[in-house]
T-cell receptor, first 113, second 114 residues
């Protein structure tokens, strides 16, 4: 079974608008971590944001925020005020008890001027 | 080093040849991971080393794939008798044990089997 599901293969967003990338996960571990990474066309994996399963507050990092709904097992990424440089592939990932990261299939975001 | 270093950055090999991909993790990082990313796809887990524990090899796609980590530092991923479907970017990452903020990826090795 897929541990991480990203249902949006591609999205277009207008510059300066917000975009939400969906991520649902499946685990029976009580302790886990959720991550979002950005992969521009250059191929590097850039860490964006992290949410621990016991964190009470939604994580935020600058223009990135994570909408964590534990009961629904979802961890959506919100990018506010999109910029042209945000055009990239975005991956949701989960760390379980063994500290191995499992990745979703990714969502390609294209920001239009 | 300052980051995770992978070599070579690009490798073109003939079908049937063996290849070795190298990963040099961040100093002090006890965990090391190998992933494979086919064109436009997500990251497929291959193998995970954590300290002196036996590696988690559950993601290796066939017995043509193997990896070792010497002295708890540098790791080599070996693909024997390469096939065209092995063409992909192979990414290495390292982290401190138990550190959720510490996963750092290398730039990858782009392998092309012709």
């Amino acid at each position: 079974a897929q541990k991480i599901t990203q249902t949006q293969p591609g999205m277009f967003v207008q510059e300066k608008e917000a975009v939400t990338l969906d991520c649902t996960y499946d685990t029976s571990d009580p302790s886990y971590g959720l991550f979002w990474y950005k992969q521009p066309s250059s191929g590097e994996m850039i860490f964006l944001i992290y949410q621990g399963s016991y964190d009470q507050q939604n994580a935020t990092e600058g223009r990135y925020s994570l909408n964590f709904q534990k009961a629904r097992k979802s961890a959506n990424l919100v990018i506010s005020a999109s910029q042209l440089g945000d055009s990239a592939m975005y991956f949701c990932a989960m760390r379980e008890y063994d500290y191995k990261l499992s990745f979703g299939a990714g969502t390609t975001v294209t920001v239009r001027a | 080093g300052a980051g995770v270093s992978q070599s070579p950055s690009n490798k073109v090999t003939e079908k049937g040849k063996d290849v070795e991909l190298r990963c040099d993790p961040i100093s002090g990082h006890t965990a090391l991971y190998w992933y494979r990313q086919s064109l436009g796809q997500g990251l497929e887990f291959l193998i995970y080393f954590q300290g002196n524990s036996a590696p988690d090899k559950s993601g290796l796609p066939s017995d043509r794939f193997s990896a070792e980590r010497t002295g708890g530092s540098v790791s080599t991923l070996t693909i024997q008798r390469t096939q065209q479907e092995d063409s992909a970017v192979y990414l290495c990452a390292s982290s401190r044990q138990g550190a959720d903020y510490g996963y750092t990826f290398g730039s990858g090795t782009r392998l092309t089997v012709v």
